[in-house]
């Protein structure tokens, strides 16, 4: 699988907004204390997690 920095610009400016919107939301914005929306927020901090890992790394 190539890695994110081989990919064109336009595919990497595409990908990379809404996930960079998604991390802004989970530290600024985002102040989850308990319940559903606990678990979303652990949820998207691990899909991060994986995306980094996977397509960043």
């Known amino acids: 699988m190539t ?14 907004i809404p996930h960079a919107l998604l991390a802004m939301g989970l530290v600024w914005v985002w102040r989850p204390l308990r319940g559903r929306s606990f678990y979303w927020a652990v949820g ?4 991060l997690c994986v ?5 960043v790394r």
Do not use: C, H, M, R
């Open 3 to 16: 890695k994110f920095a081989d990919w064109p610009l336009w595919l990497q400016l595409l990908v990379g």
């Open 44 to 47: 998207a901090f691990a899909y």
């Open 51 to 55: 995306f980094y890992l996977v397509f």
